[in-house]
């Protein structure tokens, strides 16, 4: 199982805890699922409201490794800030990064992420950073300190799956060792074990289980894809060609 | 003095963050802090001044992606 910062976590699924039907459907989600680590965020709380002592509550029962957010952050400032007092709540050095550079593709701007990623690696945090698959800006966050990147498959929500399968297979030949996460952009089992086959880590989503009829049902269908997906590449696949070849033998057919 | 909290102004006697918590029914929550865009961490909430014009930020756990 993939390895985050010296630490093992028990599942390929890393699974958001937003837009679910009811705080319940979310336990399901991630008892069916298995999933190891979940996302979480912080938003404003008004005074007597207590609603997040109630969803931390909740969280806790899962038993999972928690993983604070930046979403939503615009600037190298307001993610630095975020990530300290998400250090505080949540007890934990773990973050993953938003730096968003574009609000109509939630796509990250990598500018302020390097920035953000080496300010917050300096603090002494386990930076998570949610990036683009572009090798060089890849590069670049991993001097800045990251060790482990989170490429998106496809834009914030949208379910497009692996957008740029040359990138995303290029990126994981240039880091062989390095832990690579596909984040954000899922829809369907079959890509998350696209991820796998291509030799990714884990993958970890939101909306695509959230936001389906039976959020535990397409839960465990991301687990049981990731398994299978991940079974195809350690088993060393075949290559593909161009032209048919019988599997049944030629030698001793008869002559009819 | 007025200051802003969570981005709507506010009339307050409060006379360090500390004391803004306990004023607004913050007590004892798990919350996180921030004065005009810094963290502020619990063990030096107060210690913290508040001058008129601050902006403060009172987070707590949420749901998230």
Known sequence: ?256 | MKITVNGTPRETGAATLAALLEELGHGGAKVATAVNEGFVPAAQRAATPLRDGDRVEIVAPRQGG
């Open chain 1, 1 to 256: 199982m993939p390895v985050f910062y010296e630490t093992e976590v028990t599942s390929r699924l890393m699974l958001g805890t937003a837009q679910y039907p009811s705080p319940a459907i979310l336990a399901q989600a991630f008892r069916r699922s298995g999933a190891g680590v979940a996302t979480v965020s912080l938003r404003r709380e008004a005074g007597g409201e207590r609603a997040g002592q109630a969803f931390w509550d909740m969280i806790r029962e899962l038993g999972v490794h928690v993983l604070p957010n930046t979403a939503g952050c615009h600037s190298v400032r307001e993610a630095v800030t975020t990530a300290q007092m998400a250090r505080e709540l949540f007890d934990t050095n773990w973050i993953k990064l938003e730096v968003i550079g574009n609000a109509d593709t939630l796509q990250p701007d990598p500018f302020g992420l390097v920035e953000a990623a080496r300010i917050l690696t300096d603090e002494g945090f386990a930076v998570f950073p949610y990036c683009t698959e572009d090798l060089v800006l890849c590069e670049r966050l991993i001097e800045a300190g990251c060790r482990v990147l989170m490429p998106w498959g496809a834009p914030i929500g949208t379910g497009l799956g692996l957008n740029n399968i040359y990138g995303l297979r290029s990126l994981r030949a240039h880091f062989p060792d390095l832990p690579l996460v596909i984040d954000a952009g899922l829809g369907l089992p079959s890509q998350a074990a696209q991820a796998m086959e291509l030799g990714y880590d884990a993958v970890l989503l939101n909306t695509a289980v959230a936001r389906a009829g039976d959020p535990a049902a397409m839960a465990e269908g991301f687990a049981r894809a990731l398994e299978a997906g991940r079974l195809g590449f350690e088993a060393d696949p075949m290559e593909p060609r161009d032209m048919a070849a019988p599997s049944t033998p030629v030698f001793g057919k008869a002559v009819l």
